[in-house]
């Protein structure tokens, strides 16, 4: 009984000093500024949504329109306007008349015909810019020195390509007759004629095998069968065997 008493008692002054030390805890400053505002701020939103949905106005339903007497009033507006409307009239074209147009005078179109016809910009500008000047700035050594320098090199590239082509023609030149001495050639004839020979003969080896081997496969082909046929049926080996 007094161990059960004492145990109530002891709960009792934990919660107590549970509870004094809860309502003596704080956060610290940071997070409790922080706490306050977000309550404050929570209050006015709530405040501001108060008013605004007593200020909101309520929805109130419209009566339906007549629409058969609005689309009666479109039609009409319609057929009113289709009769005030002038409908286009045909007329045929005549093309003997000359008949230019008054409007808009053209004037550059007429300027145009009596110049001829516009040169292409490109020709002007290479015309004007390939022209010489009227001034003509001498001539300095360097500058003539340079003009032979590369005159010769032209030459010498000329006659360097004239070379080759030349050295290139007595070679196709000493081919050609390197091949008409070559193809005239009795050694060469009777070695052609020896390799087609032996062509000829190993296409003959080769065919003749082909028909021996065509041969020996039916032979085979036919003795197989003639076993098959003088083997007697699963049924009466199994009556052989019985008797056996």
Not at 20 to 48: F, I, T
Not at 65 to 85: A, S
Not at 100 to 124: Q, S
């Amino acid at each position: 009984m007094m161990n059960r008493r004492n145990e109530i008692e002891r709960n009792e002054r934990v919660a107590r000093r549970a509870q004094d030390n809860l309502m003596k805890a704080a956060l610290p400053p940071r997070m409790e500024k922080h706490e306050k505002e977000k309550a404050v701020k929570k209050l006015m939103n709530q405040g501001k949504q108060g008013v605004e949905e007593e200020k909101k106005p309520r929805f109130v339903a419209k009566e339906v329109p007549d629409f058969e007497k609005m689309h009666k009033q479109l039609g009409d507006l319609l057929e009113r306007k289709k009769i005030n409307k002038r409908p286009t009239e045909v007329s045929e074209f005549n093309f003997q008349e000359m008949n230019h147009h008054k409007g808009v005078a053209r004037t550059y179109l007429d300027h145009e015909d009596r110049n001829g016809p516009k040169e292409d910009p490109v020709e002007v500008a290479r015309r004007v810019t390939g022209a010489k000047p009227k001034i003509q700035p001498q001539t300095t050594k360097k500058m003539i020195a340079l003009g032979e320098q590369r005159k010769k090199e032209r030459e010498e590239n000329q006659r360097k390509i004239e070379q080759l082509e030349k050295e290139d023609e007595e070679r196709k030149s000493r081919y050609q007759q390197m091949k008409g001495m070559v193809q005239g050639s009795s050694v060469i004839k009777e070695s052609i004629r020896e390799q087609e020979e032996r062509k000829l003969k190993m296409k003959m080896d080769i065919k003749n095998k082909i028909s021996q081997d065509e041969q020996l496969y039916k032979e085979k082909k036919r003795e197989i069968e003639q076993n098959i046929s003088k083997r007697p049926l699963l049924v009466e080996q199994g009556i052989i065997l019985n008797y056996s």
